[in-house]
Nanobody
Framework: QVQLVESGGGLVQAGGSLRLSCAAS????????MAWYRQTLGKTREFVAR???????NIADPVKGRFTISRDSAKNNVYLQMNALEPEDTGAYYC???????????WGQGTQVTVSS
């Protein structure tokens, strides 16, 4: 079993920054993919960014240029640096870990991000 704990959410004004963290523990294989998703108001959960154990990552178009994903593979932690935040970024942000080619998938409980205008 794998546990994911997100932190770093909060209230910020438009144009501000936040850094989300996700700590993974448990039965984690050496190769895995960690990602961030979000669920904003009125929308289904959507992909934000992903990064694998080798450090290869990609960012969703809506946040490209504003958000950056990174990880500390030794600690099984993943981070999401969010800059130039907009009210439309408000929502719950979830960490996900996949391993064995997606056969196993785990989610965190989420952390709330609120961006005021």
């Amino acid at each position: 079993q794998v546990q994911l704990v997100e932190s770093g959410g909060g209230l910020v004004q438009a144009g501000g920054s936040l850094r989300l963290s996700c700590a993974a523990s448990g039965n984690i294989f050496s190769f895995n993919v960690m990602a961030w998703y979000r669920q904003t108001l009125g929308k289904t959960r959507e992909f934000v960014a992903r990064i694998d154990s080798a450090g290869t990552g990609n960012i969703a178009d809506p946040v490209k240029g504003r958000f950056t994903i990174s990880r500390d593979s030794a600690k099984n932690n993943v981070y999401l640096q969010m800059n130039a935040l907009e009210p439309e970024d408000t929502g719950a942000y979830y960490c996900r870990l996949q391993q064995r080619a997606g056969m196993y998938s785990y989610w965190g409980q989420g952390t709330q991000v609120t961006v005021s205008s």
